[in-house]
């Protein structure tokens, strides 16, 4: 079974650009995540999608950053104008179809994102 | 409120010595799950282990186990016989029932097996 599929993997930009990552998630997986993780962090939840809806953006800053699932498979997250602060690594996980808190996320590799 | 500390930052141990990583969680919820995930210098967050509020029973897996003690809010895990592969940072995380999949990670703490 295929992982949860991320690109790019690297991506250095300059302050103000924009920037958008891709992630596919494990086939069959309803639920969807994107997580931030600061150099030296755990991960912080920024998006919650349940097929194509939104479960939960409560962290999202939704000034700068956007994310759309449509038809409820891949997924984009995109941050625009990008700050020096949003310099992390962006995670994609999936889980399968359910809310239940026992279900495992998967992970994918990953986006480093180095805005200079 | 959700919070998981890992009060060890850093721990670095000699190939074959046995290592135990803390986890001391918070919640109000009766009905909880708790995970561990390890992150490789890949990046990749590799599943571990989960275990769910009403299943206190410790397992070993292996060279790992764990022992969940409700009573102080822990989450510990150990490596026996550690090896240079373990080498990685380990994250342990809470969900809570009213939270649907809301993952709470704690820091992480990072850890070095010397040859």
């Known amino acids: 079974e295929a992982g949860v599929a991320q690109s790019p993997r690297y991506k250095i930009i300059e302050k103000r650009q924009s920037v958008a990552f891709w992630c596919n998630p494990i086939s069959g997986h309803a639920t969807l995540y994107w997580y931030q993780q600061i150099l030296g962090q755990g991960p912080k939840l920024l998006i919650q999608?349940?097929?194509?809806?939104?479960?939960?953006d409560s962290q999202l800053p939704k000034d700068r950053f956007s994310a759309e699932r449509l038809k409820g498979v891949d997924s984009t997250l995109k941050i625009q104008p990008a700050k020096l602060e949003d310099s992390a690594v962006y995670l994609c996980?999936?889980?399968?179809?359910?809310?239940?808190?026992?279900?495992?996320?998967?992970f994918g590799p990953g986006t480093r994102l180095l805005v200079l | 409120a959700q919070k998981v500390t890992q009060a060890q930052t850093e721990i670095s141990v000699v190939e074959k010595e046995d290592v135990t990583l803390d986890c001391v969680y918070e919640t109000r919820d009766t009905t909880y799950y708790l995970f561990w995930y390890k992150q490789p210098p890949s990046g990749e967050l590799v599943f571990l282990i989960r275990?769910?509020?009403?299943?206190?029973q410790n397992e070993i897996s292996g060279r790992y186990s764990w022992n969940f003690q409700k009573s102080t809010s822990s989450f510990n895990f150990t490596i026996t016989a550690s090896q240079v592969v373990d080498s990685a940072v380990y994250f342990c995380a809470l969900s809570e029932a009213d939270y649907g999949q809301n993952f709470v990670f704690g820091p992480g703490t990072r850890l070095s097996v010397l040859p």
């Open positions: 275990r769910n509020s009403f299943d206190e």
């Open positions: 996980a999936s889980s399968r179809p359910g809310l239940a808190p026992s279900e495992t996320q998967y």
């Open positions: 999608f349940q097929n194509n809806g939104v479960v939960d």
